[in-house]
């Protein structure tokens, strides 16, 4: 079975420093997509990142950004100058199963943003 | 507004009393499909739908119906609820073919059965 694992089940951060947040994965495909989604306390779910895993760059959006390693199948989050508004639950996921309709996640990572 | 809603947001119900938790959305996606979200296990896939008329298990089906008559809804059915379906639920959508497209999620529905 192909999954999804998060070994954090919660961290914290000060205000303004520098958080990472691992996920590992494991599948057999060469080709596929990775995700890393929020959910802020109104439960929401936002995407937050993507990454193509035949593209070595890492994905970068704004203060987010990845640290993917393909063959180590390792998709680290790193959230920047961290802000009150980023304490959420966070979550790796990817497609999998035939055509890639199934979208398994971790089990999710609680951060929390100390002032 | 692009957007997937679901409803009811709340429901308290008692074990085998048939539901249904409507999902609907306005961006004409092919792709639905329902999660459970459960503490300390994350989302969890119960159904998944490719297009009309087209659906397929996910990895929690049990207890679960579905159907897809029309593109823009995809109904969550419990039969005959038991407690152990008290979750929070989710229904999503994206544009068919290419599985990097966002899955838009709705607001979530929680469960409770008594």
């Known amino acids: 079975a192909q999954t999804v694992t998060q070994s954090q089940p919660e961290m914290s951060v000060q205000e303004a420093e520098t958080v990472t947040l691992s996920c590992t994965y494991d599948t057999s495909e060469s080709d596929y997509y990775l995700f890393w989604y929020k959910q802020p306390p109104s439960r929401q779910m936002i995407l937050v990142i993507r990454?193509?895993?035949?593209?070595?760059q890492n994905a970068t959006e704004n203060r987010f950004s990845v640290n993917f390693q393909k063959a180590a199948k390792s998709f680290s989050l790193k959230i920047s100058d961290s802000q009150l508004g980023d304490a959420a639950m966070y979550f790796c996921a990817y497609p999998s199963g035939a055509g890639s309709y199934q979208l398994t996640f971790g089990k999710g990572t609680k951060l929390s943003v100390i002032p | 507004e692009a957007q997937v809603t679901q409803n009811p947001r709340y429901l308290i119900t008692v074990t085998g009393k048939k539901l249904t938790v409507t999902c609907s959305q306005n961006?004409?996606?092919?792709?639905m499909s329902w999660y459970r979200q459960d503490p300390g296990l994350g989302l969890r896939q119960i159904y998944y739908?490719?297009?009309?008329?087209?659906?397929d298990k996910g990895d929690v089906p049990e207890g679960y119906k579905v159907s897809r008559k029309e593109k823009r809804n995809f109904p969550l059915i419990l039969e005959s609820p038991s407690p152990n379906q008290t979750s929070l639920y989710f229904c999503?959508?994206?544009?068919?073919?290419?599985?990097?497209?966002?899955?838009?999620f709705g607001p979530g529905t929680r469960l409770t059965v008594l």
């Open positions: 990454q193509e895993a035949y593209k070595q």
């Open positions: 739908s490719m297009n009309v008329e087209v659906t």
């Open positions: 961006m004409n996606h092919e792709y």
């Open positions: 999503a959508s994206r544009t068919s073919g290419a599985p990097y497209n966002e899955q838009f």
